[in-house]
């Protein structure tokens, strides 16, 4: 998943997923390549604003909430067995965006 | 009979809204153009590269996970060749539209970003031809929702109530409110907008898919994909629960249950796109 961070966070070893581009549109770097600790540095020279890395996202509610909400959404079809398989897989796909 | 002629009322005032004041500038200017008999993509490709902001906006979309093109497309064009007459016309009315679904209910916008990219992953793995067609129908399918809001605000607003209370889905609680609802609306302006068949057929019918005569294919696409984006929880359409699906419909994809995953996936990240860029 993308995430935008500031440039004094970047750290050897990230994977940049956009292109970093300068303000005139040249692009410095493209998407896929791993930073290396002279990128990092020459980065940090740059007048860039930020650039997006490769990072797990950050859920803006809990995993206990985000089940909540779905056993709600699917209320009033609860109990019907296609919704029960959807609704099954609905769960695994939001448990899985908090693994690790 | 009665109803008939509500019915009726109803059509001519919608089919007539693009003159309303009411309407943004940006839907009447591309109403216009996209009603003329005959269109060429030529005059398409003018009309856009004509006004920098709409082009801006069309490489924009064009270039966003919705369409999902390998490598950057930087010329108006280039584009307008490569997607093809329909697809442009959709993506001008998925821009006007915008400015209509900000103002109208929020959250639609989202819905229907999720929607388009749901149907266009489920068109690929069903090796459909023109994907891109499918995002159109997606981002399109609840169009006459924006339109009601637009028109019959305080009318449409009891309907979301009714649903709300009775916890039955929108399109039911319109029914009791209108006695034809947001898809029918959505199927007029599709008809005077020139749309080919099965994209009308799509749209009229994404709650019912099986009576589509000529598209049953595509309109299963559709609601197949509106209901995983409700089932998601992204953005609203008017009611809080997710709507049944139709099981026929569902049976016709044959989907499994890593297709879900990847396409909820596709979804995920489309959607924060959005969140990301209006932050």
């Known amino acids: ?100 | 009979m009665k109803s008939d002629t509500i019915i009726n009322v109803r059509r001519t005032r919608i089919e007539n809204i693009i003159s309303l004041p009411t309407v943004p500038g940006n839907l009447k200017r591309i109403s216009n153009i996209i009603e003329k008999p005959g269109l060429t993509l030529d005059e398409i490709g003018c009309f856009v590269a004509s006004d920098p902001a709409l082009a801006s906006k069309v490489l924009k979309m064009v270039n966003s996970a919705m369409y999902g093109f390998p490598g950057r497309i930087t010329a108006v064009s280039y584009a307008v060749m490569l997607l093809g007459l329909n697809v442009v016309k959709g993506l001008l009315l998925g821009i006007a539209v915008f400015d209509i679904m900000e103002q109208t209910m929020r959250g639609l916008w989202a819905h229907s970003v999720g929607c388009a990219v749901a149907a266009r992953c489920i068109a690929e793995k069903k090796g459909g031809k023109d994907p891109e067609e499918f995002s159109i129908a997606g981002l399109l399918h609840d169009i006459g929702k924006a339109i009601l809001v637009l028109e019959y605000q305080k009318e449409y607003e009891k309907a979301m109530e009714g649903a709300a209370e009775a916890k039955i889905p929108i399109f039911e609680a319109e029914k009791k409110v209108f006695s034809d609802g947001h898809a029918e609306v959505a199927m007029w302006l599709a008809e005077k907008w020139r749309f080919p068949r099965n994209l009308v057929e799509v749209i009229a019918y994404h709650h019912r898919p099986s009576l589509s005569q000529i598209a049953p294919l595509e309109t299963a696409i559709i609601h197949v994909a509106d209901i995983i984006v409700r089932a998601r929880g992204i953005g609203f359409a008017g009611d809080f629960y997710v709507p049944d699906l139709n099981t026929q419909a569902f049976d016709l994809l044959s989907l499994s249950d890593v297709d879900i995953k990847e396409i909820l996936q596709k979804i995920d990240e489309a959607t924060d796109e959005i969140y990301d860029s209006t932050e």
């Open chain 1, 1 to 100: 998943m993308a995430k935008k961070i500031p440039l004094s966070d970047l750290e050897p070893g990230m994977t940049i997923v956009k292109p970093i581009t300068m303000k005139n549109g040249m692009v410095i770097l493209g998407a896929g390549v791993e930073l290396t600790p002279a990128w990092v540095e020459r980065l940090q020279d740059m007048d860039i604003d930020g650039c997006y890395i490769d990072a797990p996202k950050e859920q803006k509610i809990t995993t206990e909430e985000a089940i909540l909400q779905l056993d709600e959404r699917f209320q009033p079809v609860a109990d019907r067995p296609y919704m029960i398989r959807l609704k099954a897989i609905l769960r695994e796909h939001i448990e899985g965006l908090y693994e690790k």
